[in-house]
Each structure stands twice: as C-alpha cells, then as structure tokens.
C-alpha cells in the first residue's frame, strides 16, 4: 500500500493504515468530500475535512463518526509502527509511541 497519500507525510507509517481506512469510508459516504488537512498534534491525530452533504444530514454524522473513531484509534496506536501505544510526553514533545519507540526516542 503507498502511504504518500492526500495528507503527505503528516502522519506517521504507523497511522497511515487507520488514516487510509478513515479517507476510503468517508469517500464511500460522500464522493466530494475533501480533505482539508490531516496532521499529528499534541501526539494526536487530527483529520479536518469538508463535506458535499448537508451538515445536518444524517450522512454528515456519519463522517464525522468516523473521524472521532479514527482520531481514537491513533490515540492508543504508535505513530512509527503501528502497535498498540500510548500518549507520551517528552519534554513538552507528545507522540503516541509503544514501549520500543517510547525507549529510542529518549
């Protein structure tokens, strides 16, 4: 699978599977939708996107279920591998790592 998707390399090889998923269920739900922008902040996925469905559609909740379930995801995900994570601090720097990564990043 290539991960140099519509969101670049904003995410970590670890998120790309959960983002992709999230980008191909969302384009199912609503073919014109957009990403706005897709990045990791304060260890954290955060997918913004625009929708050509009425924001007070029943589909538009959908999306934006998808989204928080994807955002929650990455939450217990490690950004640079995949397996299961948690957020960790690092000096002021947050990334959610597993145990292997948590231990080169110090």
Avoid at 40 to 59: A, C, H, N, Q, W
Avoid at 69 to 94: D, I, K, M, P, Q
Wanted: charged share 25%; hydrophobic share 30%; with cysteine.
């Amino acid at each position: 699978m290539n991960y140099e998707e519509p969101w670049g390399d904003e995410v970590g090889v670890g998120w790309a599977p959960i983002v992709m998923k999230c980008h191909r269920l969302l384009q199912h739900l609503d073919s014109g939708y957009r990403i706005l922008q897709i990045k990791e902040k304060f260890g954290r996925l955060r997918y913004y996107f625009d929708s050509t469905v009425p924001y007070d559609s029943i589909t538009y909740d959908i999306m934006h279920y998808v989204v928080n379930e994807a955002e929650a995801h990455c939450a217990r995900t490690c950004e640079l591998c995949g397996v299961e994570g948690t957020l960790r601090n690092n000096s002021g720097w947050y990334k959610t790592l597993c145990d292997d990564h948590a231990k080169e990043q110090r």
